[in-house]
């Protein structure tokens, strides 16, 4: 048993992630984006193609070049035979046959406002949310709040209306929604199960907190732990560890053995901050799946920036 503990401390040093891609300041040149829109699978480029405008395009783009580079990098298979597919759910997911050392790896990707982010645990399940905290559609707080009231608890309501001014209450609320989106509740999941003690009140850019916990049906969910990153002054980032599986099931016994470890480790020698990448770190290990296109670049260019006026309500 120790000895399987030692292994899965060295493999957790050696291979988890965290990475941020700013694609919202990411001005691609023209050779820039037919590069992207080749290293990625034909049907992701035609479905990237689909948007209607560029911010939305560089998201998916940024989404799949970061997955990629997880692969190619960290799991060693060549970026032009990585095979990614879809689940029901619309989450991407590996589709390479993996040796039992990685059968466990686990990643997940987020993108909102101007960045894309990543987190890979070799371990145990990762889940992520990246929010960027703006003014509602409508211009309103406190109408928001109330339209919002049913997604936190009493409780949680009491922490987010605690704090100073309307602005840092709305902060305080995406940081609350952030971590009910890393965990991936589905759809109909009753939130009011669900209790977050957010902590702390403030976060200081750059630096990785791991001090919120959760509490399921009133009590401690010890099965998960969660860290959270400020990367500048409005985008934030929920990272979510634990067990696989939808969540909600009741906990399965740790097993150092077969094709499955799991462990949540909290100490500050875990501790991982986000390395925010450029668009030539992004595509160092890239590798052509197809032809350039250069009708990729006129179709990108004939698309808006963004719409005149955005809507910032959580989704």
């Known amino acids: 048993m120790f000895r399987c503990a030692v292994a899965s401390l ?16 990411w001005v691609p040149r023209r050779e820039d984006w037919l590069l992207s829109m080749c290293v990625v ?4 480029r035609e479905r990237i193609e689909q948007f209607v405008f560029r911010r939305d395009a560089k998201a998916a783009v940024a989404g799949r070049l970061l997955i990629r580079k997880l692969i190619a990098e960290k799991l060693k298979i060549p970026w032009n035979e990585i095979k990614l597919r ?7 997911v590996l589709a390479n046959d993996l040796s039992s050392a990685h059968s466990s790896f686990s ?23 990246v929010t960027k905290t703006s003014m509602p559609g409508n211009g309103s707080i406190p109408e928001f709040f109330r339209i919002m009231k049913r997604q936190f608890t009493e409780e949680e309501w009491r922490a987010i209306k605690s704090m100073n001014s309307e602005w840092l209450q709305l ?3 995406h940081r609350h929604w952030s971590f009910i989106k890393a965990i991936g509740v589905g759809i109909g999941f009753d939130l009011q199960r669900i209790e977050f003690n957010v902590s702390p009140l403030q976060l200081e850019v750059g630096k990785t907190y791991k001090e919120t916990v959760m509490l399921l049906d ?17 985008h934030h980032v929920a990272v979510a560890l634990g067990k696989p599986g939808e969540f909600g099931e009741k906990p399965s016994a740790v097993r150092c053995s077969g094709n499955f470890q799991y462990q949540v480790l909290s100490s500050a020698a875990t501790q991982t901050t986000f390395t925010t990448l450029t668009f030539d770190a992004l595509v160092a290990s890239a590798a052509p799946l197809a032809p350039e296109d ?12 963004s719409p005149t006026r955005q809507g910032s309500n959580p989704r």
């Open 10 to 25: 060295e493999r957790l040093a050696m291979e988890r992630v965290r990475w941020a891609f700013s694609y919202g300041t």
């Open 41 to 44: 699978q034909p049907e992701e």
């Open 86 to 92: 879809r689940t029901s759910k619309g989450k991407p």
């Open 107 to 129: 990643f997940n990707v987020s993108h909102q406002g101007n960045y894309a982010v990543l987190a890979a645990e070799p371990d145990c399940q990762a889940g992520i949310d």
């Open 171 to 173: 902060d305080m609320f």
């Open 218 to 234: 009133g009590e401690e969910e010890k099965q998960w732990s969660f860290e959270e990153t400020r990367l500048d002054d409005c």
């Open 294 to 305: 250069p009708a990729c670049w006129d179709s990108f260019c004939a698309k808006q920036e």
